[in-house]
């Protein structure tokens, strides 16, 4: 009898639908890293610290004589050196735990599939001896791990998301702007969310943090369903966040409500794209390493010359 390949159940463990039966987190992220080392020509992992802190964009009362002439010829913007004292970064993870990031069409909810990619991105981050904190909010700042080299902090990350119990309404932008003014030194900031908020405040919160000078990444987390909206027969929808219920054939609003949505993706997109913010739409179909691996390896392709 032959073995069992061993590829194939990493495969199967990394399953969202699955990784809840692996144990803890920590257990858990180290098959996700892991699954993401296996099998690549050229690990997504290598600079990703580099990609962060070796430069950072310019911004109004830098001083000039800090730019990277060379750079600028590559990639036609102006991005400022980075000296030893800011070459090892601080990364705040942000995850909205609101009301609406409970929904689940499968066995995963959104929730759920933000915790374990954003333990794997701390579990990178610090792996590489850099330091990263996790916030959790919902209408606001309810929990916050304060960063750290240590791989202590996924401990700590599932241990309050234990505790979060998630109010009805999110406020992302109160939480950038919150970020902008509570981290001293230039960083990044990775938010891991649904964007069901206002998203001109959304935006305008970017705004705040791309002018401190922070990095930003925005992890746009939503569930199949939201995206392809396959139901069929009269459905009652049920407003996770005081919206109200709505009785109706999907059927027949099929067509309007996936135009709703690709008009707010492409908002939310070109925002970002204006503002030199990575932003990645995550389906929690997709395995997490998946996710993961492809922004990481995208981000490594496009270098600065985005």
Same mark, same amino acid.
């Given at each position: ?5 061993? @590829?194939?159940? &990493?495969?199967?463990? /990394? ?23 296996? @099998? ?20 109004? @009362?830098?001083?000039?004589?800090? #730019? *990277?002439?060379?750079?600028?010829? !590559?990639?036609?913007? +102006?991005? #400022? ?20 990031? !409970? ?19 701390? +579990?990178?981050?610090? *792996? ?9 909010? *919902?209408?606001?700042?309810?929990? +916050? ?10 401990? &700590?990350?599932?241990?309050? /998301? ?9 406020? #992302?932008?109160? #939480? ?32 705040? /943090? ?24 009269? &459905? ?7 919206e109200g219920d709505l009785v109706t054939d999907p059927v027949r609003i099929r067509a309007s409500y996936l135009a709703e949505v690709e008009k707010f993706v492409n908002r939310i997109k070109a925002a970002c794209a204006k503002m030199l913010v990575d932003y990645v739409l995550v389906n929690t179909r997709q395995p997490v390493e998946t996710s993961i691996a492809g922004y990481l390896i995208q981000r490594s392709m496009a270098g600065w010359g985005r």
């Amino acid at each position: 009898m032959s073995s069992p390949d061993t @590829g194939q159940r &990493r495969s199967r463990y /990394l399953d969202p639908e699955i990784l809840s039966e692996l144990g803890p987190l920590d257990v858990i992220v180290r098959h996700v890293v892991e699954g993401m080392r296996v @099998g690549m020509h050229r690990s997504p992992l290598r600079g990703f610290s580099t990609d962060f802190s070796a430069h950072r964009q310019y911004v109004p @009362g830098d001083e000039t004589r800090h #730019i *990277d002439w060379k750079l600028y010829a !590559r990639a036609n913007r +102006y991005y #400022i050196k980075l000296f030893d004292a800011e070459t090892n970064f601080t990364a705040n993870l942000l995850l909205d735990a609101s009301a609406s990031m !409970r929904f689940a069409s499968g066995k995963i909810s959104k929730l759920e599939y933000t915790k374990y990619m954003a333990a794997s991105m701390a +579990y990178l981050i610090v *792996d590489q001896h850099d330091s990263v904190g996790v916030a959790i909010f *919902d209408d606001e700042l309810r929990r +916050y791990v304060e960063p750290t080299s240590s791989l202590a902090v996924l401990t &700590r990350l599932a241990h309050e /998301l234990e505790k979060a119990h998630p109010k009805p309404r999110t406020d #992302i932008a109160a #939480i950038l702007h919150e970020f902008a003014r509570r981290m001293p030194r230039r960083g990044v900031v990775m938010l891991f969310s649904d964007l069901f908020d206002h998203t001109e405040e959304f935006i305008q919160g970017l705004s705040h /943090l791309r002018f401190r000078g922070h990095n930003v990444v925005v992890f746009h987390v939503m569930d199949p369903e939201e995206l392809e909206f396959p139901l069929r027969g009269m &459905r009652r929808f049920v407003g996770f966040e005081h919206e109200g219920d709505l009785v109706t054939d999907p059927v027949r609003i099929r067509a309007s409500y996936l135009a709703e949505v690709e008009k707010f993706v492409n908002r939310i997109k070109a925002a970002c794209a204006k503002m030199l913010v990575d932003y990645v739409l995550v389906n929690t179909r997709q395995p997490v390493e998946t996710s993961i691996a492809g922004y990481l390896i995208q981000r490594s392709m496009a270098g600065w010359g985005r």
